[in-house]
């Protein structure tokens, strides 16, 4: 199938649009695109936002190659790294067809909430029906099976809470390390 000129334009500016430019400017317009804009929301290349935009919270930064898939609520002030896959909803295995279902289908409550000021670093993976509290460091390549309070440190397979950050100080304060 031979594409148009018009067709080739638009392949075009899809493409740079999916892979090229990683910057400011660029990112806030990738938002703007996707019906987000005009609260300090960016989108990295290569991002899947399949959430209602009034599910993303104001000055957002949505990283390379992400995914946000169903019910998921990202609150203000949210740092999501390259690489994560936030996601509500699961296939489901039907013993009548011998397979799973194409389709998600709940099975309660499967939404996800991504609290105010957390940070997803790369390779984050959140499953469906945890809610993350406020200011919580989610480390790199931790897959969120449960829900954890503010404040929280996570890390590992599955993640486990392996510190805290003390909301007066800053300071991180390790689950090993006696309180000074």
């Not at 959140?126 to 993350?132: A, L």
């Amino acid at each position: 199938m031979e594409m148009s000129k018009t067709d080739s334009e638009l392949f075009r500016l899809l493409t740079e649009y999916s892979h090229l430019t990683n910057n400011q400017a660029d990112n806030e317009k990738r938002a703007e695109i996707l019906g987000l804009g005009g609260r300090r929301i960016q989108v990295a290349p290569g991002a899947n936002i399949r959430i209602p935009a009034e599910q993303v919270g104001k000055n957002v930064f949505i990283g390379l190659y992400s995914y946000l898939n169903g019910d998921v609520t990202v609150g203000d002030n949210t740092l999501i790294g390259p690489h994560c896959s936030v996601v509500a909803g699961n296939h489901k295995f039907d013993p009548a067809t011998g397979w799973f279902s194409a389709r998600t289908e709940k099975d309660g409550d499967e939404s996800v909430v991504i609290g105010e000021g957390s940070w997803l670093a790369s390779n984050v993976t959140v499953t469906p029906g945890v809610k993350i509290g406020k200011c919580t460091l989610v480390c790199a390549g931790a897959v969120v099976t449960k829900s954890f309070p503010e404040y929280s440190i996570l890390a590992g397979v599955p993640a486990k809470k392996i510190g805290r950050i003390d909301p007066e100080t800053g300071k991180y304060i390790w689950e090993n390390e006696k309180e000074k």
